[in-house]
């Protein structure tokens, strides 16, 4: 048997309210985030989230994705991370270490493949999984309680005893971001990363300074086509 199941991260702000999801159907799902952190931090972590759910069974897994970002991580450029000390090929630390060498380990022995579909494409699994991440970090910006959903709900009990999302701040992610807000340093978030694998992928970090005004204007046409920043200015290429 394959467990299907779909994983997405949300970000308000990007740094901001943060959180993610993994989702098999309505009775089977988990969520959770922070208070402050990226995009990319979510996405990897319903990944691996969805990983120490399923590590129990005996299964293969085939996890929806709409992280390039992510993928590519897990499936191409962590062995050369590994081999290189955990630094990427300009000597540079790799970003998010803490998750992916938790990845790393998560993944090992595990029956495996990833799918990348299009986020906000009205696909009804990552429809699912965005919505719940999406709704912790509006939980987390609201200051209301957080959706954590029900587990892992089919073939036994995971191995651990406590719901994967029950504590919703589990490492320290990114420095809380200033009082008042300066010009951003904008970057194609599931692209590069800060230009993570950049070099393996043979792709090319963007990089865009904005006003308090134009971010303001940026994130506000993203909202209103219901989507990230990072896909509203991908569109428009």
């Known amino acids: 048997m394959t467990i299907i199941a779909s ?11 943060a959180g993610w999801a993994w989702y098999v ?6 969520a ?14 319903a990944v691996l989230e969805l990983f120490r759910a399923t590590a129990h069974l ?11 970002y992510v993928i590519n991580s897990i499936t191409k450029w962590m062995p050369g ?5 955990w630094r990427k090929a300009d000597g540079k630390p790799v970003m998010n270490l803490e998750i992916l060498q938790e990845l790393d380990a998560a993944l ?8 990348w579909v299009k986020g906000h494409a009205n696909h009804p699994m990552n429809e699912a999984a965005d919505a719940r ?3 912790v970090s509006e939980a987390f910006q609201n200051r209301s309680p957080i959706p954590t959903g029900p587990g892992w709900t089919r073939g036994g009990a995971p191995a651990a005893a406590a719901p994967v999302a029950a504590a919703p701040v589990t490492r320290a992610p990114a ?9 951003d340093l904008f970057d194609f978030d599931d692209l590069t990363d800060e230009a993570e694998g950049a070099e393996e992928a043979g792709w090319q970090q963007i990089s865009l300074t904005l006003s308090v005004d134009e971010h303001a204007r940026l994130l506000g046409r993203a909202r209103d086509h219901g989507v990230s920043p990072e896909e509203f200015l991908r569109s428009l290429i």
């Not at 159907?25 to 988990?30: H, L, N, T």
């Not at 991370?81 to 000390?85: A, D, P, R, S, T």
């Not at 090992?108 to 799918?115: I, K, M, N, Q």
Request: glycine content about 12%; aromatic content about 8%; proline content about 7%.
């Open 7 to 17: 994983a997405d991260g949300s970000a308000l702000g990007n740094p901001g309210p």
């Open 25 to 30: 159907d309505d009775d089977c799902w988990a």
């Open 32 to 45: 959770g985030g922070w208070p402050h952190a990226t995009n990319n931090q979510g996405e990897l972590t």
């Open 58 to 68: 005996d299964e293969d897994l085939h996890v929806l994705c709409d992280s390039q």
């Open 81 to 85: 991370w590994k081999k290189k000390g």
């Open 108 to 115: 090992a022995g595990r029956r495996y493949r990833f799918e």
């Open 133 to 135: 991440a999406r709704a």
């Open 175 to 183: 420095a809380s971001a200033p009082a008042t807000m300066q010009p």
